[in-house]
């Protein structure tokens, strides 16, 4: 089993379904605002400057298909996207701030700029977690293509437990997941690992009480259904092999 903090509650959550429960924008709010804590802390960084400088990293090609697709997403039209068109409309000419083009971006950019900003800094431990989004951000997109998580569970991979970061088993273990052959078996499975990314990135990244709380009942929720179901996947071989408790 892992462990969810909820307030001052311990949840203990099956991870078999957990991956229903992603939405990395939302539980990596906190993580902008380690950004933006970060940047307050550097005397003379600006957040316009730091978007400016982030975009002129980049190769003209790549540049131009990023903008291009926001600005498409701010005018009329089928790609019109009614949550962040008025944003990106207000600060396309004139620049954006960082916390702004954070609400607009898509998961891939912000990685990529965080990693831009942890290089910026010189800052290990948040080069470090760009890898950890990088493995969260795997596992949104598989939990939004049907049962790809699921089928994930079939499909072995040795180097997953070894690419996994030393604070991530190091958490596990605190969380009462002891490192036994159980384990090690269970996390050379490549979407378990990423389950568990998942789970230490949530714990990392998102500060807000309310949140945790309506997650961690969202999960029992989930946990609770699926064990008075059981009886309808015993024959579903991907769901069976990782049912065992942690």
Request: with cysteine; proline share 1%; net charge positive.
């Amino acid at each position: 089993m892992v462990r969810l903090r909820a307030g001052k509650d311990d949840l203990t959550i099956g991870i078999s379904f957990i991956y229903q429960m992603l939405d990395a924008k939302e539980k990596l709010r906190g993580a902008l605002n380690l950004i933006q804590k970060k940047r307050a802390e550097l005397e003379g960084e600006d957040g316009y400057a730091i978007i400016e400088d982030y975009l002129a990293s980049m190769g003209h090609e790549r540049r131009s298909r990023l903008l291009g697709g926001m600005r498409r997403r701010a005018e009329e039209g089928d790609l019109h996207d009614i949550f962040t068109a008025d944003l990106i409309a207000r600060y396309r000419d004139a620049g954006y701030p960082l916390w702004v083009f954070l609400e607009v971006v898509e998961f891939g950019t912000f990685n990529d700029l965080w990693l831009f900003c942890a290089r910026r800094w010189a800052d290990e431990a948040m080069e470090r977690e760009h890898y950890v989004l990088k493995s969260v951000k795997a596992m949104r997109n598989a939990s939004m293509h049907n049962n790809c998580v699921v089928n994930g569970f079939l499909l072995p991979c040795e180097g997953a437990q070894a690419e996994l970061p030393r604070f991530v088993l190091d958490s596990l273990t605190e969380g009462g997941l002891k490192n036994t052959r159980n384990r090690r078996t269970k996390l050379r499975c490549l979407r378990i690992a990423q389950i568990a990314t998942t789970l230490w990135a949530h714990d990392r990244f998102c500060e807000l009480g309310g949140t945790r709380e309506r997650n961690a009942t969202k999960l029992q929720a989930l946990r609770e259904r699926f064990e008075s179901t059981r009886h309808l996947y015993a024959r579903n071989n991907a769901l069976e092999r990782q049912q065992g408790r942690y």
